[in-house]
């Protein structure tokens, strides 16, 4: 008999690379999906089959967070051994904007998923997206041990949830897990966060599709991570004979403008910096390919925006892996230079451009075996749709 896994969010980035891995391990895996009049499992198409298919693995339900109901459905009827749960509002500066919804689906809606698991009686597994957002302003390094301070609607959501989990882990002796993860990237990507919003932007602007780049603050420093081996963490935790929590990240932190500099020297564009604060600009200081002819030296292409600006910014994110080293033996195998070149890959490749190249290669040598690298495929098939 194969496992049967439960996954809410399973149509986001890090949704898509766990499905990928539970099905290349035998897997029955069913997710959530919400409603919308747009199609949003782009990120799943090209491994989901029609359900009458012989042989077929994944499921999709219809349901929300918010729906208590359709929770203790799907719980009592699929009766899932593990249940990954990934689904939130997931966007810190977003959370800002809608707090009341976002208390909603982030925090109350693992609430409702573990309320669904006790009242039905089904022993599943419980792993809950924790993230290093709900350290806030505890200077890093940060680990297990690190008192919560967050700074954002959306990390008290997840401080709400994080307790909630090691309440029922405690109370009611669930196997319950917080994967208390870092930022973690790839080229599936949401296109609002920075990583993709400036990879996505370089590719727009060597296309000739896009001028200049707004941003907020470029000073924000974070532990960026390759999403595809976060995903084998989560089923990793969920595999040990005793429940627990763990950090997870590379243990290096980078700033934004890091980040902007080795995606712009990547594709043989040297940026100046001129002025201060919001009058901080991000100048071609040279060009050394023939990359992009629509660009010359001087054009000014970053500049910032206030409006990208947090009420309260997280200012440094740095993990402590030690436990996650030590007691499930893992560490990171992407370094930050590559995780830039891979990014920058599929999205040249995405718009049509002939990648540099290095992190299309990196990214087959890694070894995910359980996907096919080609991160753009699913932006073909909606474009198919
Ligand atoms: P993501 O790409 O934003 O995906 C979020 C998922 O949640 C999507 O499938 C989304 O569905 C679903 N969702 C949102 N609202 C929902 C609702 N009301 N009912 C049901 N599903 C809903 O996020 P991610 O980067 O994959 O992250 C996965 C989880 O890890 C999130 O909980 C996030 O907060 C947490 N986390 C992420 C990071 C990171 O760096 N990526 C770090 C730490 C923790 P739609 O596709 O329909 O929008
Ligand atoms: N999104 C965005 N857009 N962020 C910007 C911009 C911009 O134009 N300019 C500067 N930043 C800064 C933000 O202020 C923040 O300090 C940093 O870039 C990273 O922002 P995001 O990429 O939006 O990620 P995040 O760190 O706020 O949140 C992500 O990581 C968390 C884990 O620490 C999300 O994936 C969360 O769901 C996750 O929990």
């Not at 009592?76 to 977003?94: F, K, W």
């Not at 800002?96 to 039905?120: K, N, Q, V, W």
């Given at each position: 008999m194969s496992k049967k896994a439960l996954v809410t969010g399973i149509t986001g980035q890090d949704g898509s690379y766990l499905t990928e891995l539970l099905l290349?391990?035998?897997?029955?895996?069913?997710?959530?999906?919400?409603r919308a009049s747009t199609f949003n499992t782009g990120r799943i198409d090209h491994i989901y089959t029609d359900p009458h298919m012989p042989g077929t693995r994944l499921f999709l339900h219809n349901g929300d967070l918010s729906d208590s109901g359709q929770l203790v459905n799907l719980v009592y009827n699929i009766r899932p051994d593990e249940i990954y749960h990934l689904g939130?509002?997931?966007?810190?500066?977003?959370?800002?904007?809608?707090?009341?919804?976002?208390g909603d689906i982030t925090a109350l809606g693992t609430t409702r998923l573990l309320e669904a698991i006790r009242r039905s009686g089904i022993k599943s597994r419980f792993y809950q997206a924790s993230s290093s957002e709900m350290f806030g302003a505890a200077p890093p390094p940060q680990d297990e041990n690190t008192a919560f301070c967050p700074r954002s609607p959306y990390a008290a959501a997840k401080v709400y949830a994080?307790?909630?989990?090691?309440?029922?882990?405690?109370?009611?002796?669930?196997?319950?897990?917080?994967?208390?993860?870092f930022n973690h990237e790839s080229?599936?990507?949401g296109e609002t966060f920075v990583t993709r919003k400036i990879?996505?932007?370089?590719?727009?602007?060597?296309?000739?599709?896009?001028?200049?780049?707004?941003?907020?603050n470029i000073n924000a420093k974070r532990d960026w991570g390759f999403a595809p081996e976060y995903v084998e963490m989560m089923w990793l935790m969920l595999q040990q004979d005793e429940p627990d929590d763990y950090a997870v990240g590379t243990g290096e932190s980078?700033?934004?403008?890091?980040?902007?500099?080795?995606?712009f020297n990547y594709v043989g564009i040297e940026i100046e910096w001129r002025g201060e604060g919001i009058d901080r600009k991000g100048i071609v200081r040279s060009l050394s390919s023939a990359l992009n002819p629509a660009l010359k030296v001087g054009d000014v292409i970053i500049e910032i925006d206030p409006r990208y600006f947090r009420p309260t910014e997280v200012d440094f994110l740095q993990a402590d892996i030690s436990k996650a080293r030590q007691k499930l033996g893992w560490a990171p195998r992407t370094t930050f230079d590559e995780l830039v070149k891979i990014m920058v890959d599929y999205d040249m490749k995405l718009i049509g451009l002939d990648p540099v190249g290095e992190g299309i290669k990196i990214c087959e040598k890694k070894g995910f075996s359980y996907t096919n690298h080609d991160f753009s495929l699913y932006e073909k098939i909606r474009e198919r749709c």
């Amino acid at each position: 008999m194969s496992k049967k896994a439960l996954v809410t969010g399973i149509t986001g980035q890090d949704g898509s690379y766990l499905t990928e891995l539970l099905l290349s391990k035998g897997y029955e895996v069913h997710g959530l999906i919400r409603r919308a009049s747009t199609f949003n499992t782009g990120r799943i198409d090209h491994i989901y089959t029609d359900p009458h298919m012989p042989g077929t693995r994944l499921f999709l339900h219809n349901g929300d967070l918010s729906d208590s109901g359709q929770l203790v459905n799907l719980v009592y009827n699929i009766r899932p051994d593990e249940i990954y749960h990934l689904g939130a509002q997931s966007h810190v500066r977003v959370s800002f904007d809608m707090p009341e919804y976002t208390g909603d689906i982030t925090a109350l809606g693992t609430t409702r998923l573990l309320e669904a698991i006790r009242r039905s009686g089904i022993k599943s597994r419980f792993y809950q997206a924790s993230s290093s957002e709900m350290f806030g302003a505890a200077p890093p390094p940060q680990d297990e041990n690190t008192a919560f301070c967050p700074r954002s609607p959306y990390a008290a959501a997840k401080v709400y949830a994080y307790w909630m989990v090691v309440n029922y882990r405690e109370g009611y002796k669930m196997f319950a897990c917080n994967g208390v993860l870092f930022n973690h990237e790839s080229p599936r990507r949401g296109e609002t966060f920075v990583t993709r919003k400036i990879t996505r932007a370089i590719a727009n602007i060597l296309k000739g599709k896009q001028r200049k780049l707004y941003l907020g603050n470029i000073n924000a420093k974070r532990d960026w991570g390759f999403a595809p081996e976060y995903v084998e963490m989560m089923w990793l935790m969920l595999q040990q004979d005793e429940p627990d929590d763990y950090a997870v990240g590379t243990g290096e932190s980078r700033s934004v403008k890091d980040f902007l500099e080795k995606v712009f020297n990547y594709v043989g564009i040297e940026i100046e910096w001129r002025g201060e604060g919001i009058d901080r600009k991000g100048i071609v200081r040279s060009l050394s390919s023939a990359l992009n002819p629509a660009l010359k030296v001087g054009d000014v292409i970053i500049e910032i925006d206030p409006r990208y600006f947090r009420p309260t910014e997280v200012d440094f994110l740095q993990a402590d892996i030690s436990k996650a080293r030590q007691k499930l033996g893992w560490a990171p195998r992407t370094t930050f230079d590559e995780l830039v070149k891979i990014m920058v890959d599929y999205d040249m490749k995405l718009i049509g451009l002939d990648p540099v190249g290095e992190g299309i290669k990196i990214c087959e040598k890694k070894g995910f075996s359980y996907t096919n690298h080609d991160f753009s495929l699913y932006e073909k098939i909606r474009e198919r749709c």
